[in-house]
């Protein structure tokens, strides 16, 4: 065999190689929870929240914050004498945000001190900490303080006119809020409940303050009113998804059909994605949504698998999760599993929160479906045309040679 022909079936042999991890990436359930938190965890020691940080406000806090919780979610799902590993990683996690470092972009004049970001954050995972362990395990120290911060929330929002508080001084994002106002319903699962009657009020001023052009909550809005400033944002609403059927089932499901009739699409006809900016709408792109081909954000694709999974929208969450394992060029070793060649360890932390998603609080009803298996066949389709394309020539011929024989 002549060394081009050797070449050739090199190539053929390596094609069709990646094209059967394609197609077994397409169709598996994703796997390496473990290993996605073990990468996460030595990015972290490597100081990767440090350089997250040079990229956008919050770098270093998500990459904790989301590194603890999703140990958190794990451990939920973990008979209680097996928690400790996920208790004391999330214990970190919420150690370092506790420091200097975790507070550093955030305003101590603000009420509730260092803004609603900082605290409703913090508290929901002080509070998920709190849910792995018994009620009569739990350490009185860390019952006390997520008490006492979520007082400080409660008597935040009591006293504001607007259901948004501040994040930074004169800036408020519904998000940031809707997470606080989650950490509320979480206290009051755990330990006896208060804040019934904030929530309450909380979800009056949001119904009143709904973005007029897509009836959602605002990505957006106006510090002193509430009032929306902006119109509802992928990369936000995809967040909000993620904890307001914690808040209220009835009018998550309401709000999440809405958005997912608005900004899921299928560019070029291949697998589900989120747009920034609702169908028909075009605006910038920023920090927080990255850049937008074709009108899609890849983070709230990414964050939309959480608040699907939270929704009880299991088929798109399948279609999201293996969308992602083509698309996102994971690396898998017996012992890590990053993705993007791990060129971002934030957008890993994103996809493991995501991927670990189920509610803490309430059981919301799945929603009707909107995605069937077969968005999957334009991409096996190519798959199989990849795979099998580099070995046509050499059917053809031994076809050609085997009429030749025969003839």
Known sequence: MSPLRWVGRVVAVALSVCALAGVVRLVAPPSGVPQQLAFLRASLDDGAGESAQGMFPEGYFFLHVLYGLSWVSVGMQEPEGSRGDALREARWALQRLDGPDGRAPFSQSLTPSYGVFYRGWTNWLRGGILRLRPAEARDPAEVRRFEEDSAALAAAFDASASPYLEAYPGQAWPVDSTVAVASLRLHDALLPPRFAGTVARWLDGVRGRLDPHTGLIPHR???????????????????????????????????????????????????????????????????????????????????????ARVNGDTSLARALDNYGEVAGLPVTTPWTKRYAFGLLPIGDAFLVWSRTAHPWVADPSPPPPTISWWWRLPLLSLFVAAGTGPWLPALRRRVVRSRRAGA
């Open 221 to 307: 809005v106006d510090p002193g009113t509430g009032d929306p400033i902006e119109i509802a944002r992928g990369t936000s609403q995809s967040m909000i998804l993620r904890f307001l059927p914690e808040i209220d089932p009835a009018f998550a499901a309401a709000q999440y059909t809405r958005f997912r009739d608005d900004y899921l699409v299928r560019p070029l006809g291949l697998g589900p994605a989120v747009r920034e900016y609702p169908t028909g709408v075009d605006g910038p792109a920023d920090v927080d949504s990255g850049p937008l081909p074709l009108g899609v954000s890849l983070s709230a694709t990414v964050v939309t698998l959480g608040a």
